[in-house]
Every structure is written in structure tokens, then in C-alpha cells.
């Protein structure tokens, strides 16, 4: 397992598992990060915020955030 914040533009993977309090963690199933979900990332600049692609959106997630997100990474690009 990987976090979201480590991966980069093309990069893709599952949810797994999302680490946080309560709040966090509802907020980010409502934005559709649910266990299984595949999670593309659009852009990952090293810094600032990451914009991923979600159950057929585009999400922006600070650093923070995505690093509390845990993806089983997919080996191909997409």
C-alpha cells in the first residue's frame, strides 16, 4: 500500500484504506473514496494540491488529505 500523495500524473490504484478521524473519513466516502474505489491522479506537482479522478470526477485534495489516503497501486499507467 501506497498513499495518494505519493503517487504521480497517470498513476492509479484502489482505495484500501482511509486513515483519520470521523469527520475526515465521511467527508472523503461523500466525495466517493470508498474501499475499492479506483482513484486516477490528474496532476501531482510535488506540491500544492492534488487533483484526482474519482468515480468520474475530478477532485482536488490538499497534501494532507491524500496522504491519509491508502491505494493499492496499479502497476499500468492509464
Avoid: C, W
Avoid at 472523503?28 to 510535488?46: I, S
Wanted: proline share 3%.
Amino acid at each position: 500500500m501506497i498513499s495518494l500523495e505519493r503517487l504521480h500524473a497517470g498513476d492509479s490504484g484502489s482505495v484500501a484504506v482511509m486513515e483519520g478521524g470521523h469527520r475526515l473519513v465521511s467527508r472523503l466516502a461523500a466525495l466517493g473514496f470508498t474501499p475499492g474505489a479506483l482513484v486516477t491522479v490528474v496532476r501531482n506537482h510535488g506540491h500544492g494540491p492534488i487533483i484526482v479522478s474519482v468515480r468520474g470526477a475530478q477532485i482536488a485534495l490538499g497534501r494532507g488529505e491524500a496522504g491519509r489516503i491508502m491505494v493499492h497501486q496499479k502497476k499500468e499507467r492509464v
